[in-house]
């Protein structure tokens, strides 16, 4: 494969993880809890999409924006009638990781029942890829580079340049002095979860459009999102984006690789060309986050 | 006439009680310090005072108002200013960003001009206002801590140990500073100190808290010339 052409694909696949890694890190980071029904709420606002664009006709940019929005009030509903509840009553870490796998699995069932088990395509024009250096590129695929990119700023914006962003960083550097500033946590974390499922609904409809959506997409992308962000230092959204980049090339990479010369001891045996299969994309997932958590703890950005 | 007023509080973790009918009372014209030995339940009444801690029973009054259940962020709006020990501080914000969070209820145009008071008054947070916290020299920190908790446009501030950390030189400016905050903002504050000395000379008064209970109260100079205390409190 052209160099070019696994630089696309990386990008591609680093730009999806990112924006699904962004709020888990997020959520981590300002609640303390892993949150595993993170994306199944990215499939579940992928369907959305899906419905408003198949099948109400609505234009796929405003059908993704329209299911963002409406995940992300999704995300607030449910910390109002949950975490917050939970908070307020000292609830461990264990006890919300656990509910949100609960809640996880509630949202996916719920996918099957409204859209069936049965996989989807959302209705995309075949159109014949554009050629940049070699490397063979989608108009789709250049939209969602375009669309993440987009978001990557809104999001640095977001944080350093808003009151909202602001206190955000505030709370995640010093809960009691946010509270000694009179800054309104709980409204904070509320949209908080806004943007974390709103991100988190824009990568996984990009996913969706790239392969396929069916209910199990949130289950299946949960590990490879899990490592891009404690590769990147769990809790640092800057370091999801990182290691939603690195966990891309690598993938990307190691797929490529022809490992044929290798086992063939220098030409001894022919055992022509040997390529892994792009079903061990998790297991390279974790060899990668094993190797970097050997090498530092904390993941790349991470703090001690 | 006092301004904040905390009457027979009980209060602790859990269900351990740390303070057992603890009394005080604070006025806007004076500077009062809490001493007493590690333990003694210093840091665990200020926070049940800022609203950290619920208090299982006993009255916060805050300028006549009952404040006793208010979380912590109502008590700020209300004029109860805290600068907690050594965490004081936002560490990934630029020193700009810590004081606009300091006025983070009040409207932009009040942020405004809280900062260039803020920055006319102490020219080195000016100076430093677009470097991150981390860069601050221990001093330049306490008075950012102060400054921030200045910016929530406070009646009284509590100090939780503002030397703490601090090289003795050091410590003496940043007692400086509270003195000058006070005079010039007219601000009441509150000290719980380990440096009881400095901080008691500085004082219009004190109180000595030992195993959650009043011990004694009087005029500073009374507590630092009184044997007894001296003895027990401030290491002879």
């Known amino acids: ?304 | 006439m006092s301004l904040l007023e905390a009457n027979n509080i009980v209060s602790g973790y859990g269900r351990v009680d740390i303070l057992h009918q603890v009394s005080m009372k604070f006025g806007a014209d004076e500077i009062v310090t809490i001493i007493g030995p590690n333990g003694a339940g210093k840091s665990t009444f200020f926070k049940t005072v800022m609203g950290y801690l619920s208090p299982t029973d006993g009255s916060i009054l805050l300028a006549d108002e009952e404040v006793t259940y208010l979380p912590p962020d109502q008590k700020v709006k209300k004029g109860l200013g805290y600068v907690p020990q050594l965490d004081n501080v936002f560490p990934s914000l630029t020193v700009r960003e810590n004081l606009e969070m300091g006025g983070y209820s009040m409207d932009k145009e009040q942020v405004k001009e809280g900062l260039n008071y803020a920055y006319q008054k102490f020219p080195v947070l000016k100076e430093k206002k677009g470097d991150k916290v981390k860069t601050l020299s221990g001093g330049q920190r306490q008075m950012l801590a102060m400054v921030r908790a200045l910016m929530t446009n406070p009646l009284i501030i509590l100090m939780d140990e503002p030397s703490a950390g601090l090289a003795p030189k050091i410590a003496d400016e940043v007692f400086g500073l509270i003195e000058r905050i006070h005079v010039e903002e007219g601000i009441g504050v509150v000290i719980v100190e380990q440096d009881a000395h400095r901080s008691l000379s500085m004082s219009d008064r004190g109180y000595v808290l030992a195993m959650g209970q009043n011990q004694f109260s009087g005029s500073a100079h009374k507590i630092l010339h009184d044997d007894k205390i001296r003895e027990a409190y401030l290491g002879g």
Not at chain 1, 50 to 66: A, Q
Not at chain 1, 211 to 227: A, N, Q, S
Not at chain 1, 234 to 240: L, S, T
């Open chain 1, 1 to 304: 494969m052209e160099i070019s052409q696994i630089i696309v694909n990386s990008l591609i696949r680093g730009a999806e993880l990112s924006l699904l890694a962004i709020g888990l890190t997020m959520v981590y980071d300002i609640l303390g809890f892993a949150n595993f029904a993170h994306t199944e709420f990215a499939a579940f606002g992928a369907f959305l999409g899906f419905t408003f664009n198949s099948l109400l006709g609505i234009n796929l940019l405003l059908s993704v924006v329209l299911a963002a929005l409406l995940t992300g009030l999704i995300g607030i509903l449910l910390d109002l009638s949950i975490f917050e509840k939970l908070r307020a009553r000292n609830a461990k870490t264990l006890t919300m990781m656990i509910i949100t796998m609960g809640m996880g699995i509630a949202i996916r069932n719920i996918s099957r029942l409204i859209w069936t088990s049965s996989t989807k395509n959302f209705p995309m024009p075949l159109l014949q890829p554009l050629k940049i250096l070699g490397a063979r590129i989608t108009r789709v695929q250049l939209g969602i580079l375009f669309i993440a990119a987009i978001s990557m700023v809104a999001f640095h914006l977001l944080l350093h340049h808003t009151k909202f962003g602001k206190a955000l960083r505030a709370i995640s550097d010093n809960k009691e002095l946010a509270r000694a500033s009179a800054i309104d946590s709980a409204k904070m974390v509320q949209w908080m979860w806004f943007v974390a499922y709103s991100y988190a609904v824009i990568g996984g409809t990009m996913l969706a459009i790239e392969h396929l959506l069916y209910p199990r997409l949130g289950f299946d992308i949960i590990i490879p999102v899990f490592c891009a962000a404690i590769l990147g230092g769990i809790g640092n959204p800057y370091g999801a984006v990182l290691g939603a980049l690195t966990l891309g090339f690598a993938e990307n990479v190691i797929i490529s690789l022809d490992f044929g010369p290798l086992f063939s001891l220098g030409g001894l045996f022919d055992v022509g060309s040997l390529q892994l299969s792009t079903g061990y994309k998790p297991a390279i997932s974790f060899m990668i986050l094993i190797l970097v958590l050997l090498i530092k703890p904390t993941g790349i950005l991470g703090e001690n």
